[in-house]
């Protein structure tokens, strides 16, 4: 099965600090790409980052890194200096193969972070 | 901006009714998708579309049909709508297949009373 798993329904963060939101994965397809989004209030779905299989280096977009630990099937997305325009929803995606060998992203059930000043 | 429009963004309609959702995109890209979103699931695939008339099922498409006509369009039909289907609708685009990024439109909340 293809999955992707979320455990941190909430977290907290003070402002400048930086945070950590898990996500972890089961795939049998060698060939995969991993991404975050955010989902503020407002209910659109924003890109953060990208990480393929193949990928040496994990990924990094301004303050968003992605920790991509493939024996142990792990995707955190870090956020260094929490700003208070971070609180959103956070969902960690998988493209995966579907049944009929096309692609697609499948989703996490995701992370409410909610930054304190 | 990926130049996709949703309409409607906000839509009310009675039990038993048909329903479409349009997604329209400006810049030719291949791969159309079509989501839900409901509290504690994320988003889930309902069809997707790798080209005109080209469409696939996805986990969650009983009660949907698609139609993909032109390269710009995908349209999402709820043949006769149930309290089930009262949901966040999106659509995303993939330029390509292998692309690295993925956008999706705006949404459409979607009520069924």
């Known amino acids: 099965a293809q999955k992707i798993t979320q455990t941190q329904p909430g977290m907290f963060v003070q402002e400048k600090e930086a945070v950590t939101l898990d996500c972890t994965y089961d795939?049998?397809?060698?060939?995969?790409?991993l991404f975050w989004y955010k989902q503020p209030s407002s209910g659109e779905m924003i890109f953060l980052i990208y990480?393929?299989?193949?990928?040496?280096q994990n990924a990094t977009e301004g303050r968003y890194s992605l920790n991509f630990q493939k024996a142990r099937k792990s995707a955190n997305l870090v956020i260094s200096a929490s700003q208070l325009g971070d609180s959103a929803m956070y969902f960690c995606?998988?493209?995966?193969?579907?049944?009929?060998?096309?692609?697609?992203?499948?989703f996490g059930s995701g992370t409410r972070l909610q930054v304190q000043p | 901006d990926a130049g996709i429009t949703q309409s409607p963004r906000h839509k009310v309609t009675e039990t038993g009714t048909p329903v479409t959702l349009r997604c329209h995109q400006t810049?030719?890209?291949?791969?159309m998708y079509w989501y839900r979103q409901d509290p504690g699931h994320g988003l889930r695939l309902i069809h997707y579309?790798?080209?005109?008339?080209?469409?696939d099922k996805g986990e969650v498409s009983d009660g949907y049909s698609v139609s993909r006509s032109k390269t710009e369009d995908f349209l999402l039909t709820l043949e006769s709508a149930t309290s089930s289907q009262t949901s966040v609708y999106f659509c995303a685009i993939t330029a390509f297949a292998g692309r690295n990024t993925i956008y999706f439109g705006e949404g459409s909340w979607l009520t069924v009373v």
């Open positions: 995606a998988m493209r995966v193969s579907m049944d009929t060998g096309r692609r697609a992203l499948t």
């Open positions: 579309s790798y080209g005109v008339k080209d469409t």
């Open positions: 795939t049998s397809d060698p060939s995969y790409g």
């Open positions: 990480q393929g299989s193949y990928d040496q």
């Open positions: 810049e030719n890209h291949r791969y």
